[in-house]
């Protein structure tokens, strides 16, 4: 089993943006150093609490930082953009970093609806999200399927693929494309072991993979000790209580959320996070260790949900030692 980072470049209370960006050149040093597999980075629009609306951005910065570790989108969110301009930006970062770049593709707009209306994008884009998918492949490869129009940094980088899903279509679409699939049960537990099941049985082989390739997502937060780990978890608890029921852009009170927290609307929150794991070292590794083998998935990834860069630091490396990750001294 590999484990894996996303890292959702969390801006934590009294942190600059400039702060919080370079706590995921930190992360990704550590991930690097502690044997983790790679790194991701997720696109989130009109966040207060999220700075990677520019994963590209994000991703040229961290390589420049690191070594060898691999570091991609988890997701960019297709409707988002033209092919074309993913495959000019990936086909960027592969030049300059060979075999270090993932792509990871969502369906999803990443955002709200004023927010999307603000890119000026068609709100019918992710009706054609498999196309654009083919697109962006060809532009990466070696024969566009756009007449005359060529990715230039691009062509012939075959940045590697995934498809993330937190339904049933991502799994289909990744099984009929022969892709990696990576479902985000870090915040979508519910069609999880239905979306892997399809996955697996439907799965068609590709000139980028042959055999099924699964992975998974759970939130991650580990401690010294249970009660620091429970204290974060607390904090996070409460920051999703206030992005699900934040209205029209005014905040709700920290009464309200102790209001929604003690009311039957709790059970929507703390299902989310069906999968976290928190705790002292033991009792993250048994629960890696459970999830892991109920999934049977290839790769766990990672969100290290800990309220400081520091204490994400700390959290990757105990989790690291505690499911047996071979440090990497050259790192």
């Known amino acids: 089993m590999k484990l894996s980072v996303l ?16 706590g995921c050149v930190a992360v990704a040093q550590s991930a690097e150093r502690l044997g983790y597999a790679r790194v991701w980075y997720a696109e989130h629009h009109n966040s207060k609490t999220i700075a990677s609306s520019a994963p590209a951005v994000l991703i040229a910065h961290v390589a420049a930082n690191t070594n060898s570790i691999r570091l ?12 074309l301009v993913i495959a000019e930006q990936f086909g960027t970062l592969a030049s300059l970093h060979p075999g270090r770049i993932d792509l990871g593709l969502g369906r999803a707009p990443g955002t709200d609806q004023a927010a999307f209306m603000a890119m000026r ?10 196309e654009d ?6 532009f990466l490869g070696d024969e566009s399927k756009v007449p005359t129009v060529v990715a230039t940094p691009g062509k012939g980088t075959n940045v590697p693929l995934y498809v993330l899903g937190s339904s049933l279509y991502g799994a289909q679409l990744a099984a009929a494309l ?3 699939f990576a479902f985000a049960s870090h915040f979508a537990p519910q069609m999880l072991h239905q979306a892997l099941h399809i996955y697996r049985e439907r799965f068609n082989p590709s000139a980028q993979l042959q055999e099924p390739y699964a992975m998974a997502a759970m ?18 608890r409460r920051m999703f209580v206030r992005h699900r029921f934040t209205n029209g852009g005014r905040e709700i009170t920290d009464e309200q959320v102790d209001q929604i927290l003690a009311s039957p609307n709790a059970a929507a929150i703390d299902e989310i996070f069906t999968y976290a794991a928190v705790g002292t070292p033991a009792t993250v590794a048994e629960r890696i260790n459970n999830f892991a083998s109920a999934t049977r998935v290839d790769e766990v990834i990672t969100s290290h949900y800990a309220d400081t860069t520091a204490a994400r630091v700390r959290s990757l ?12 001294s050259n790192a």
């Open 72 to 83: 991609g989108a988890g997701g960019v969110m297709l409707p988002n953009h033209s092919p």
């Open 7 to 22: 890292d959702l470049a969390s801006i934590g209370d009294g942190e600059s943006i400039g702060e919080s960006l370079q």
């Open 178 to 180: 022969g892709l990696p």
């Open 121 to 130: 994008r068609d709100p019918r884009s992710s009706d054609r999200f498999a």
């Open 317 to 328: 490396e105990l989790t690291a030692a505690t499911v047996g990750l071979a440090e990497m």
């Open 133 to 138: 998918v083919l697109e962006l492949q060809a």
């Open 219 to 236: 939130g991650v937060i580990c401690a010294e000790t249970d009660e620091d780990a429970q204290r974060q978890f607390q904090r996070r």
